[in-house]
């Protein structure tokens, strides 16, 4: 290796550093401001209507920067496990953050499963396949299908590992026969997806180039190839899996041209077909679907998106936030490379990294997640528990109730994230008791189950200490021998007493 070339190398190695400090840094603040625009019921608002959209990418953020053990995590999870249907997208969303954080999103995914559009190929046409029926999602139920929510759908019941008969090979016929051929071939869309799937009636400007809809077509193709879930199978002129493999090819190809001189993406003004200013939003879905290329070693997509973090980083406001929505911010901190390393040490194991807690002006070795949220956690309208603070005196016996109001009694509670003191254990009717063995600072959170079934999320806290000596360092005497003594002293204060008076 020459001079030049070991030059090159450490720059290299200079810029990477940099951009990775660059990340983290703003990932953390990203993570800051999402704690601190938090509603008290768990969730996260932003523009009306996205409740849902917003409070599932804030629980993939907080995922990515290892924030799974804070309460903020356990109350966002919480809502969202109660939060109502509404658009495809918002629960499919809401069944893709379920699924990453481990929940069980079977039911809502089930929900998506029974409302697609189904169309039976028929006998003696070109896309006839035996067997299989064609499926779609439009945005509600019964609604023409959709490039992004078609994609969408199948990746809720990817997800959430919810199946029907047949659905490789519906989902297969439906790539082959519906996806790929409303896959745009003219310049400039030459591999994109419009929003709307081929259908009578659609709007002129759905038949140009989406990059929200290729991003989010791209991203699902990719994975349910990854999993090997296309059937091998011919129809409509096509192949799979090899002309579903030239389709993402495509798709990738035009989603990187996307791009900037910025390094952010934007959308193509349907009209000029000019890119439009680059946009928080969209750049981080294009990381996310072209993530999985780079991952495969895709050099083009690799450099893509480092040019797109960085420009992220940069777009970043004071307050860390971008653009102040709460939506926009967690795409974007999701769209981060993951926390990993020193970004992930929680020193006072309280959920909150200390490099979040240092952003929000927090102590790191003190316990106090809590202390950033609303105290009355209502995630569920009609039931109510209020969280706590208790202090108990290290291996005294201890005993404190929890209790809940509204909703539909009895009500079961259960220890959900972090630790009771040890020696401490929570009984299904509220009772914590035991006496604790260890001192420290104990922040948890405890689910409150009615009889409906509806749940919701509390958080406490526990402060065990040692009892306390005396200054002087004499042993506090226990009160039968105080007792004892105040009677010793008033019988020698009698008897005192009456010699004087003798």
């Not at 990059?211 to 879930?229: D, G, P, V, Y």
Request: proline residues 4%; charged residues 15%; aromatic residues 6%.
């Amino acid at each position: 290796m020459n001079q030049q070339q070991i030059a090159a190398l450490l720059l290299a190695l200079t810029v990477s550093s940099s951009v990775h400090a660059t990340d983290d840094d703003a990932r953390a603040k990203g993570i800051k401001w999402l704690v601190q625009t938090q509603k008290g019921d768990g969730s996260f608002v932003g523009l009306q209507g996205l409740e849902v959209q917003s409070t599932s990418a804030a629980v993939e953020a907080m995922l990515a920067a290892g924030m799974t053990r804070s309460p903020q995590y356990a109350r966002a999870l919480t809502w969202l496990s109660n939060a109502p249907g509404g658009s495809l997208d918002s629960r499919a969303w809401q069944v893709a953050a379920l699924a990453a954080a481990g929940r069980d999103a079977k039911a809502i995914a089930g929900m998506i499963r029974d409302e697609r559009n189904t169309t039976v190929a028929k006998a003696g046409t070109l896309q006839y396949i035996s067997g299989a029926t064609y499926t779609t999602w439009g945005a509600y139920p019964g609604y023409g299908a959709g490039s992004l929510d078609t994609a969408l759908g199948y990746g809720a019941l990817r997800s959430a590992a919810v199946s029907y008969t047949n659905d490789t090979l519906d989902m297969t016929a439906t790539a082959l026969c519906i996806i790929l051929p409303a896959q745009l071939a003219s310049s400039p869309w030459s591999g994109a997806w419009p929003h709307a799937l081929p259908q009578n009636g659609q709007p002129s400007h759905a038949a140009t180039g989406s990059l929200a809809a290729t991003a989010i077509m791209l991203f699902e193709l990719k994975k349910q190839r990854q999993a090997a879930r296309f059937q091998s199978i011919s129809a409509c002129g096509k192949s799979s899996p090899g002309t579903i493999d030239t389709a993402m090819t495509s798709a990738k190809t035009w989603l990187i041209a996307q791009a900037n001189g910025d390094g952010g993406f934007a959308e193509r003004n349907p009209q000029t077909t000019n890119l439009e200013a680059s946009a928080p939003v969209t750049t981080a879905m294009a990381i996310r679907a072209l993530a999985l290329f780079a991952a495969e070693g895709d050099t083009a997509a690799g450099t893509a998106i480092a040019n797109a973090r960085t420009w992220l980083d940069a777009q970043q406001n004071t307050d860390g936030s971008w653009r102040g929505d709460p939506f926009v911010t967690a795409r974007v901190v999701a769209a981060l490379p993951a926390a990993a390393g020193a970004q992930l040490t929680d020193s006072d194991q309280d959920g909150l990294t200390d490099v979040v807690e240092q952003q929000l002006g927090t102590q790191t070795l003190v316990a106090d997640a809590q202390s950033q949220l609303d105290p009355n956690a209502n995630s569920v309208p009609g039931l109510t528990a209020t969280s706590f603070s208790v202090a108990a005196n290290l291996n005294e016996a201890f005993s404190y109730t929890v209790s809940a109001s509204g909703g539909n009694g009895p009500f079961a509670f259960a220890l959900l994230n972090g630790a009771l003191p040890p020696g401490l254990t929570m009984a299904a009717n509220g009772l914590i008791s035991g006496s604790p063995s260890a001192s420290g600072s104990y922040a948890f959170d405890y689910e409150v189950t009615d009889a409906a079934s509806t749940k919701t999320l509390v958080i406490g806290r526990i402060d065990v200490a040692e009892v306390s000596l005396p200054s002087d360092g004499d042993v506090p005497l226990p009160a039968w021998a105080l007792v004892a003594l105040g009677a010793g002293l008033l019988g020698a204060m009698r008897r005192h007493s009456w010699r004087a008076s003798a």
